[in-house]
Structure formats: structure tokens, C-alpha cells
């Protein structure tokens, strides 16, 4: 049977239509998170108008309601660095092991039971993290180390290696599975243990996977704020030991956005150490997906 | 001929109901070339798998028999990484590692805990002078084992598993991804390997088990249903099923 088809004319239309606006939305992205980099540039270099550079980078106070105010912001990137290096101190070796354990060592039933856990801690809100830190993790850390306050850069490190968690053992566990199956039969059929397997197979196989988590953590950390606001004690004092209050880059922004007069070098400050913090995330993002790439 | 290498007795291999090797009985003979043909889910391979202790890790996997390796439970007597040390396997698919030609050698004396350079380097030169590598790899050995091409890649995979020194190596269907010219040289391997080594070759080319195998198995359904010295089971095979498969009427 000869079947004569004949397409209605609007269909080109409909495929041109579906084309632009799928084209605009992807488009629309780019535009904001240029726009967004481009305000901060505004808002944050108009303060080197008024106020030499190397104060800013260099300066270790941070009075910005001083007469004349000081806008060094040492403190607060070593309050930052602090704070998330020591995060990423507990968060990866425990994301590593746990990883490992999910993709490769439980059975079945539990692997599912603990990714889903895992993944679920990543669905409590920091602000819900940051206060059950702040009643029972500050005053432990008061407890243990014997000092006067708990509210320490060591306490936000705790809390955020939880929140850096989820991303680190998800991320991780997904690049583990994603090593062929022939890998590890490989491996086994020479008769290398499953502990020789994962170690000097599967773990080189999936290095930029699990590079890759270990950067997307500390992302998410550095960009942390409420939480750390809670619980570092929100001191913008330089730090010498992680058992002393901090303030971080974010914290700062948060506390004192509110209070500054809009337009005034305090104010202009405040994006500038937005502009820091940009850049730091940007670089991360990009390191991380360098390595996803490298993997492909 | 010579004496018994591999006793496989009343064996039957279950993934969960499914059934897939009904009470196999079958002697594997010291330095022969084993074939074993069959059309597609005959169990050839599930066969291998059992003899490599790769089905360990499949859940709801059961078997019921015995292997013997030279008079030892496979299954009860040998820990499963001497098992794997001493019956060797090399898989359909190439699967080299995802580390350099050098390491992918080194990597089977390395887990049993050799560590000495000198002898690492000897092993590596003999292995891949054995699988007929050694000349096309021997100036890039710090290349990644991934570059090769695919019969390269499964020579490497031979060369691998000599490493260890096996006493037995399966085959999967070898040379089911390679190109004629490739497929050549991995026979050539297998019959130089001969005076050392046992094989058993799974193969769904039934030209290759005749060009190689001293003995030939046929599976069916998960039944074997004939072996015999090559030249009978490919001249005046005894059952029907045999004839109508070697003569490609059916499979």
C-alpha cells in the first residue's frame, strides 16, 4: 500500500520555535551569571577609588567602622582557609572510606539504605546543621579542650565537613561504579584481593572522579555562611590556632551588609570581598570540572 | 596422554532458578588445548567463571559438585586468590588495565608481593616475548596500556595472566573483538604455550577450536554433549546435535 504523507506547514514552525527557545534559555544562563560577575565588579572596585589595594589584600585588620577605617582582609581569607582546610582535613579521608565501603563493599540491600542517608544529609538545611552544632558541638569543644569559648574555627570545621559530606561520598561513590566491571574482573582473575583490587585499580581509574568530588566539597564549603556565622564565633581577629574564633569571607558579608551605609567604602568593601570569594569558587568550579573532563 | 590436570565433577551452576550447567563431568588433561563449543547460553562461559572462582561475588550464585586442581578442592581447599593465581582467565573483551604497558604486566607478581625491580623487569620481558608482544611494545613500555590496538591489547591480557604463573589458563572467546590477522597471533600464542601451560578455549568459532584445540567439547543447553579427540568431533562426531552444529546447520 502507497501511503502519501504530507506534513502540515506548521510544523517547521513549531521546530523553529522549539529550537529559539530552548537556544534562549540556555543563553539566558550565561547572561546572568555575567551580570552578576559585572555588578559585583561595579559595586566592589569602586573602593579602590578611595582606598589603596594593598590595604585591602595585605592589611591584617579589619575595623571598617574605625575612623579611618581599616579594610584589611587577611583575617577574614585565613578565617576562610582555616575553616575550610580544616574541614577538608576530616570530610575527605572519611568521604574517601565511606565511598569505598558504599560502592564496593556492602551489600546490596545496605548500599542502597546508606546512599539514600547519605544524600538525605545534604537535603538538612545549613541553618538546621548550624544550630544543632551550636548546642551541642560548641560547648563539647569548650568541654574537651578546655578554652574559654566554643564558638572556634575548629568547631565550624566539624560542621562543615558534615555538610561537605554528602557531595564528597555521592560524587565519589557515582565515579567508583562508573569503573568497568571488566577492571575489577581483571584485577580479580589475577588473583589480587578485593582490598589490592580497590587500591591499585579501581582508585586510579577513578582519581579525576574522586578529584573531582574532593574540589565540588570545598566549593560548597567556602561558600558556607550561615552556619559558620553560628558557630566560628564571628571574631575578625587574625588566628593563630584553629581553637579561636574566626570570622570567614562569607560570615562577613552576611553580618555586615545589613549595617553598611550603601555607597560608602564600608559598603564597596564588602563587594570587594565578594569579588575574592568569586574568583576562589570560580577556580574550584573550574579545577573540578578539568578534572571531570580529564576522566571522559 | 598425560595425567589429569583439572577434575570437574558432577558440576551444576545456578544463578538464582536459572539453571545453567547440568551435572558437567569432565577430566582436563595436563599441557592439552582444551576446545569447548557451543551456540550462545550454552554455559561455556559460565563454566570458566566457575573454574576462575569469578562467580563468587554474583549474588544468588550456587553451585553444586567439585573442581579439582590437581587433586585439590578449588572450591575448599585453595584460598580464592590462589585459586585465581593458579587458573588464570582471559576475557572476551581485552581488558587491560588503565595503567602502562609495563605496569599492566607487573601488576598480577606486584599483588602476590613481588617487588624487586630486576625480576619485575625479567617477567615482564619473558611474559611478553611468550604472547608474541615484546617486539611491538618493547621501546614504549611506559605507554598506556589503552593506546594499543585490540589484539595487541589482548595479547597484553595473555601476557598478564602468565605473570603469575598459572598452571591453567581459560579463554573466553579470545579473539571474538580481533581481526583474522590479530586472531593468527593469538593462536600462535596458545599452541608455543602449549608445552607449559594448560588452556581451555571457549570459543563460538568452531574453525578456531579445529586450527588449535587437541580435545574438543561441545555444550549444549547447558549440557555436554560430546568430547572427543579434535579431528573425531569435527569428522564422525557421534551424537546428531554435534554433527548439525560443526556442520553449521544450526548455532
Known sequence: MEVKFSRPAHHRWIEFAVEK?????????????????????????VLFRHYPFTNFFFGIQWSPISEPPRLGIVPLILGSLAVTLGAVVMAVPLGVCAAIYIAEIAPGWLKDILKGTVEFLAAIPSIVLGFIGLVTLVPM??????????????????????????????????????????????ALALGATRWQTIYRVLIPAASSGIL????LGI????????????????????????????????????????????????????FAIGIVLFIITFLINLTASAFIKRRK | ???????????????????????????????????????????????????????DDVPKFRKEGEVLLEGENIYTDLPVWMVRKRIGMIFALPTPLPLSIYENVAYGPRVHGMNQKKILD?????????????????????????????????????????????????????????????????????????????????T???????????????????????????EKIFTIPQDKRTEDYVSGRFG
Open chain 1, 141 to 186: 569543644v569548650k568541654n574537651i579542650f578546655h578554652i574559654p569559648t566554643g564558638l572556634t574555627a575548629f568547631s565550624g570545621s566539624i560542621m562543615l565537613a558534615f555538610m561537605a559530606m554528602p557531595t564528597i561520598v555521592s560524587m565519589m561513590e557515582d565515579s567508583l561504579r562508573a569503573v568497568p566491571r571488566a577492571y575489577r574482573e581483571g
Open chain 2, 204 to 230: 563460538n568459532n568452531t574453525k578456531q577450536a579445529a586450527r588449535v584445540s587437541d580435545r574438543t567439547a561441545f555444550f549444549l543447553m547447558g549440557e555436554m554433549v560430546e568430547i572427543n579427540k579434535t
Open chain 2, 122 to 202: 625479567k617477567i615482564v620481558e619473558e611474559t611478553l616475548q611468550s604472547a608474541f608482544l615484546w617486539d611491538e611494545v618493547k621501546d614504549r613500555l611506559d605507554h598506556p596500556a589503552m593506546r594499543l590496538s585490540g589484539g595487541q591489547q589482548q595479547r597484553l591480557c595473555i601476557a598478564r595472566t602468565l605473570a603469575v604463573q598459572p598452571e591453567v589458563i581459560l579463554y573466553d572467546e579470545p579473539c571474538s573483538g580481533l581481526d583474522p590477522i590479530s586472531t593468527a597471533k593469538v593462536e600462535e600464542a596458545m599452541t608455543m604455550l602449549k608445552s607449559r601451560y594448560t588452556q581451555i578455549l571457549v
Open chain 1, 212 to 215: 573531582a568530588a574532593v574540589m
Open chain 2, 1 to 55: 596422554m598425560s595425567e589429569t590436570k583439572l577434575q570437574i565433577q558432577n558440576l551444576s551452576l545456578y544463578y538464582g532458578t536459572h539453571q545453567v550447567l547440568k551435572n558437567i563431568c569432565l577430566d582436563v588433561l595436563s599441557h592439552e588445548i582444551l576446545g569447548i563449543i557451543g551456540p550462545a547460553s550454552s554455559g561455556k562461559t559460565s563454566l570458566l567463571r566457575a573454574l576462575n572462582r569469578l562467580n
Open chain 1, 219 to 270: 566549593g560548597r564549603v567556602i561558600g558556607e555562611t550561615m552556619a559558620v556565622m553560628m558557630i566560628t564565633g564571628n571574631s575578625a581577629r587574625l588566628p593563630t590556632t584553629l581553637l579561636e574564633p574566626v570570622r570567614t569571607m562569607t560570615a562577613t558579608i552576611a553580618a555586615e551588609m545589613g549595617e553598611a551605609v550603601q555607597g560608602s567604602t564600608h559598603y564597596s568593601s564588602l
Open chain 1, 21 to 45: 527557545a530552548i537556544f534562549g534559555a540556555g543563553i539566558i544562563s550565561i547572561i546572568f551569571v555575567a551580570l552578576i560577575f559585572l555588578f559585583l565588579l561595579k559595586e566592589g572596585l
